[in-house]
């Protein structure tokens, strides 16, 4: 009994100090944390400025691999425009899914297709050459040459070529877009081939997915530039 109550005399101390060392540790603890609380600085980054672009109309939207789209950049992308010669991609469309082309198969220049307007040098055609449709679909992708375009859309006749486009794009769902010849030139009463940005985005996706081979011309390195 008396060993008990020695050791308990002895424990007793010992126990009321260690909760007395334990308090004091967290009281310490607690005023160091509060203190560097106290001494946070906010930080602000400064806001990025909004991008600024002379273009009517645009859009950037970034695809991964495994297809998640983010939309980078938009502006006036609903805006009706005239589509120039970005004409060439719903061509170039329709020429790839045409049972009558053949990317082998040789064409001979027609003095028509020859005498387009805005044509660069290097896509320059002259009358009677002959040339493939790989090869014209080249030029016309990759320098925008008006003649080898005309060219290739005579194959089945201009105005069939034309109203495939204007059927296709229905059929994509380019309710914006209207098309009145493969070039994108304005005609002489200032008529002119029109689309907005969204409308594009929605063919180059149709493109990217299923024909390739438009987006490998345009990246090959070029002969001129």
Same mark, same amino acid.
């Given at each position: @009994?008396?060993i ?5 005399f002895?424990? =007793? ?9 334990? &308090?004091?540790? +967290? ?21 990025k400025?909004?991008? +600024? ?15 998640? $789209?983010?939309? =980078?950049?938009?502006? *006036? !992308?609903? +805006?009706? /425009?005239? =589509? ?15 049972? %009558? ?6 064409l001979t220049?027609?003095? !028509?297709?020859?005498?387009?307007? %805005?044509?660069? *040098?290097? &896509? %320059? ?14 030029? @016309?992708?990759s320098?925008?040459? *008006? ?8 194959v089945? &006749?201009?105005?069939?070529?034309? $109203? ?5 794009a229905?059929? =994509?769902?380019? *309710? ?6 493969? !070039?994108? /030139? +304005?005609?002489?009463?200032n008529?002119?081939?029109?689309? #907005? ?6 063919? #180059?996706?149709?493109?990217?997915? %299923? ?6 011309? !345009? ?7």
């Amino acid at each position: @009994m008396r060993i008990f109550l020695i050791s308990l005399f002895v424990s =007793l101390p010992v126990f009321w100090g260690m909760n007395a060392f334990q &308090g004091n540790l +967290e009281k310490f603890f607690y005023a160091q944390i509060s203190e560097s609380i106290g001494q946070i600085v906010e930080v602000r980054f400064p806001e990025k400025p909004l991008l +600024e672009l002379k273009a009517k109309s645009a859009i950037s939207i970034k695809i991964s691999q495994t297809g998640r $789209e983010k939309t =980078l950049f938009k502006k *006036n !992308t609903s +805006e009706i /425009l005239p =589509l120039a010669s970005l004409t060439k991609l719903m061509a170039a469309t329709i020429i790839l899914e045409d049972i %009558n082309y053949d990317l082998k198969q040789s064409l001979t220049i027609s003095k !028509t297709a020859a005498s387009q307007e %805005n044509v660069p *040098n290097y &896509g %320059n055609l002259k009358v009677g050459e002959s040339l493939t449709v790989e090869k014209l679909l080249e030029l @016309m992708l990759s320098y925008s040459s *008006n003649d080898a375009v005309y060219a290739l859309a005579e194959v089945i &006749g201009i105005d069939n070529f034309v $109203e495939k486009m204007n059927l296709r794009a229905r059929e =994509l769902g380019l *309710n914006q877009s209207q098309f009145l010849n493969p !070039t994108g /030139l +304005e005609d002489s009463q200032n008529n002119f081939n029109y689309s #907005t940005a969204d409308d594009l985005t929605i063919l #180059t996706k149709y493109i990217f997915r %299923n024909h390739p081979l438009i987006l490998e011309i !345009t990246l090959k390195e070029k002969a001129y530039l």
